[in-house]
């Protein structure tokens, strides 16, 4: 990308700071993600959610929905912490604060395609994680959640133009990243690290965001880059993706980020595969129905007493 | 009261309470390590009524999920039980049309890819085999999916599909290629018109012209000496047939097919079928809505994906 070019796009993605949509939680939440796991202060994580009451009332919703695997309902975010666990609840407030930043502005379009892809990469990375016992399963849920969060930016930034991109790199089926480059001669991986950066994200989230479509520029440290871009290109070929078919065949096997990923997390090379894609088409109802969740207005139930 | 309405929704009921019974998880499991076909979460309500109809021919040999799972594990009873419940799973499995995620994959990235390739080395003709056709839905779909390709990607191309089942009486219904509702019930209308004769009552029969595209053979998979002649295939289909196998000749067959298929030529499976820890020569290739084997070519480098 050009000198010039970036600095147009970084002064378009500074713009975005000041959207009214911006939810007020939305710093000190930032600033609770960046401090240590064990540090963290449950009555701050309820304080936050409890800030807002239609976030509030949103958090809930996600919470009890059937992507989190839940029995019971929970009625209260001191519940919802309690058995969802700190970071899980973050994640969700994060959902819920992203939501409302992306709705407010003029152009946002249908973001609910964004959601799915990102609720859904989310999602399966955790999963992923988890079989091939990668350390912090958590933290991939995090990367995953953001991976795209360029796109968000690109339709915020440049709302006419990227409708543009969108539409186009679904009626030729080819992978959005392709027709980024061709149309606006950046990615959303640019866009997003830039917000990522202003956010003062983690490193290892940021450097997610900016090199999930290229792998091979990924510090050796950081296995989350090669395991969100597998995640990714899982969601993309099982119905989870941009809201169009890519029509290629991908040898996951054969791709760098497969070999890279297995040098940190040697169980991946005894994973079946085929039985995880076979897993994965139990995600996309799920996911559908936690990002009806997200969507949702939330007139009656906000209404409804909440206790905290 | 009809109690026929009363059943419907109390059955699915059981039926979405024991797919949290664990001994159905075992199942899942067990049917998976032996036939290699996986019921993903969505899809265990199946294999949970083909077991529940299983319990209720079994004579009284088992009448819980439990019992069900000592019969199918015990050393007298485990083969003729696991051929009872694949039968029980892949019943009414056949039709025309029946994985369009498969026809989508082989017009948009498969064929166009191998005609491509194929062309550069003046090689102008394609072999699809369709390995244990059954009663002949399979290679049928394929002839017309490649007789519409004759129109597009495959104009100057010649094409001819082997169709091969083990028994005769299959072979001889899927020759005649008369189909009721139930076969047809996926096949887009525009096919019926065009490929297909009224037959008695509203069954169809398909037309000569399809027919001549495919050549059926009996041949027997475990026969080493016939499959060797099989040779240069570009498109093999073997779906829901290698759950009948046990692993050695799952690998036996598997290793033919590979060495069947010219390079970069795809073996296709059945949609819940998998070749894990039965070949690892084949590469996996994700497709959207659907997995193939490919057979790697000596150019093939390595992929980067955007």
């Not at chain 1, 975010?77 to 700190?86: D, H, K, M, N």
């Not at chain 1, 040898?251 to 169980?267: I, M, N, T, V």
């Not at chain 2, 009486?169 to 018109?193: C, H, M, Q, W």
Request: aromatic share 8%; net charge neutral; charged share 25%.
């Amino acid at each position: 990308m050009s000198v010039g070019l970036r600095d147009g796009l970084k002064k378009r993605v500074e713009r975005l700071r000041t959207l009214p949509s911006s939810p007020a939680v939305l710093q000190p939440l930032l600033e609770l993600l960046r401090s240590p796991s064990e540090q963290i202060d449950l009555k701050k994580v309820v304080q936050l959610v409890s800030y807002d009451k239609s976030i509030t009332a949103q958090c809930l919703r996600i919470a009890n929905s059937s992507l989190y695997g839940r029995a019971r309902p929970t009625e209260s975010i001191q519940a919802a912490v309690l058995s969802l666990g700190i970071q899980r609840v973050e994640d969700i407030l994060l959902t819920c604060c992203l939501q409302r930043f992306s709705s407010g502005a003029p152009g946002a379009g249908d973001s609910t395609v964004f959601w799915r892809h990102s609720l859904g990469c989310a999602a399966v990375c955790r999963e992923l994680a988890e079989r091939i016992q990668y350390t912090d399963p958590d933290r991939a849920y995090l990367a995953a959640l953001l991976h795209d969060l360029g796109i968000l930016v690109n339709s915020l930034a440049y709302p006419e133009e990227y409708a543009l991109v969108l539409a186009k790199a679904a009626e030729m089926g080819v992978p959005l990243v392709e027709q980024e480059m061709h149309e606006l001669g950046f990615t959303h991986s640019e866009s997003g690290s830039i917000l990522g950066a202003m956010w003062q994200l983690p490193q290892a989230v940021n450097e997610v965001i900016a090199l999930h479509h290229d792998v091979s520029n990924a510090p050796e440290d950081n296995p989350l880059v090669a395991l969100v871009h597998i995640g990714d290109m899982l969601c993309r070929l099982r119905g989870l993706g941009y809201g169009y078919e890519e029509w290629r065949g991908v040898d996951l096997g054969a791709d760098p980020a497969w070999s890279d990923l297995a040098r940190h997390c040697p169980q991946l090379c005894k994973m079946d595969l085929a039985r995880f894609t076979m897993d994965l088409d139990a995600f996309v109802p799920r996911v559908q129905a936690l990002v009806e969740s997200v969507f949702s207005p939330n007139v009656k139930r906000q209404e409804a007493p909440i206790s905290h | 009261m009809p109690i026929e309405i009363l059943k419907g929704p109390a059955v699915e009921a059981s039926e979405k309470e024991d797919s949290r019974d664990p001994v159905y998880l075992k199942i899942r499991d067990l049917v998976y390590q032996s036939c290699g076909i996986y019921h993903s979460e969505e899809k265990l309500y199946l294999l949970i009524s083909a077991c529940k109809r299983c319990i209720a021919q079994s004579n009284g040999r088992a009448s819980t999920g439990r019992e069900y799972l000592a019969l199918l594990t015990s050393p007298t009873r485990r083969e003729v039980e696991m051929r009872e419940l694949m039968n029980q799973i892949t019943i009414g499995e056949t039709c025309l049309f029946r994985s369009q995620a498969q026809l989508n994959a082989l017009h948009n990235v498969i064929l166009p890819e191998l005609t491509a390739e194929r062309s550069k080395i003046g090689l102008k003709k394609l072999r699809v085999w369709s390995a244990g056709c059954s009663t002949g839905e399979e290679p049928y779909t394929l002839a017309m999916f490649l007789l519409e390709e004759k129109e597009k990607l495959l104009r100057d191309w010649a094409f001819d599909i082997q169709a091969t089942d083990l028994n005769d009486n299959s072979i001889e219904t899927a020759r005649a290629g008369v189909y009721g509702d139930y076969a047809l019930r996926n096949t887009p209308e525009v096919f019926k018109r065009k490929y297909f004769l009224p037959a008695e009552g509203t069954r169809l029969q398909v037309r000569s012209e399809v027919k001549a595209c495919i050549t059926f053979t009996r041949l027997n998979l475990n026969d080493d000496s016939r499959l060797v002649f099989m040779k240069g295939m570009d498109l093999i289909f073997c779906c829901n047939v290698l759950i009948y196998f046990d692993l050695n000749s799952k690998r036996r067959v598997v290793q033919h097919f590979f060495s069947n298929l010219m390079p970069n030529g795809c073996f296709f499976l059945g949609q819940a079928e998998s070749l894990f820890q039965v070949n690892d020569q084949f590469r996996l290739i994700h497709l959207p809505g659907t997995t193939v084997y490919r057979k790697s070519g000596p150019e093939t480098a390595k992929a980067r994906t955007p």
